[in-house]
């Protein structure tokens, strides 16, 4: 399967910890979001990435989320000092930059995140 | 601003039709999402409107009316499989992000 992959797909920690996400985008998309999701409510996005650069930051990325994708394939996601309000799944979506699909954006399985 | 109005919840019947609407307010449009979402799984990819009318794809069609900020998703011959979140999302117009902004989503129970 080459669909979008994350890792971890669930993380408990405590509050104050720092956690780390990975996703793995399809082969060759260049674009890579980042949404988060809570319980009964629509994905809402957090940031972007064009190969290797973050063009985009939401007001919701506080100064305790960092995102990185360093070679332009793979990214991760850190929350530094972790809240209970951090809970929360979060969602990687890959798009491509050319082809048929270039509109749509895939989304990954997620990482379940709970903030004790 | 950005507002993107669906149905909390629907029931429907196995074997039924069901319709579920979709309305927004965005800053620029630049095309309508549908996606089918299951408990704990990842939005699946569903139907991408950008242009007025109807886009038929087997049991799922998606209807766009951009001068109403409209938009359904028609799901026919119902299966109890079909019982899933179903979240609609705009492409907000401008830059090179071409972020998703997503309704709540509409959560499906067909029974039998």
């Known amino acids: 399967d080459t669909g979008v992959s994350q890792d971890p797909r669930h993380k408990i920690t405590k509050r104050g910890q720092n956690v780390t996400f990975r996703c793995d985008p399809i082969?060759?998309?260049?674009?890579l979001y980042w949404y988060r999701q809570t319980l009964g409510q629509g994905p809402e996005f957090l940031t972007y990435?064009?190969?290797?650069?973050?063009?985009?930051k939401s007001r919701l990325l506080s100064d305790r989320f960092s995102a990185e994708r360093p070679k332009g394939s793979f990214s991760t996601l850190e929350i530094q000092r972790t809240e209970q309000g951090d809970s929360a799944m979060y969602l990687c979506a890959s798009r491509s930059k050319s082809g048929p699909s270039t509109d749509t954006q895939y989304f990954g399985p997620g990482t379940r995140l709970t903030v004790l | 601003g950005q507002n993107i109005d669906q149905p909390t919840e629907m029931t429907a019947t196995e074997g039924a039709i069901v319709q579920i609407n979709c309305t927004y307010q965005?800053?620029?449009?630049?095309?309508l999402f549908w996606y089918q979402q299951h408990a704990g799984e990842a939005p699946t990819f569903l139907s991408y409107n950008v242009l007025d009318g109807l886009e038929e794809k087997g049991r799922f069609s998606s209807f766009l009316s951009r001068s109403k900020g409209y938009s359904y998703l028609l799901l026919k011959e119902l299966q109890m499989k079909d019982s899933a979140s179903y979240l609609c999302?705009?492409?907000?117009?401008?830059?090179?992000?071409?972020?998703?902004?997503f309704g709540t989503g509409t959560l499906l129970a067909v029974q039998p």
């Open positions: 082969s060759e998309h260049n674009r």
């Open positions: 990435f064009q190969n290797e650069a973050q063009l985009e």
């Open positions: 999302a705009v492409r907000a117009y401008g830059g090179a992000t071409n972020k998703l902004i």
């Open positions: 965005t800053s620029g449009f630049n095309g």
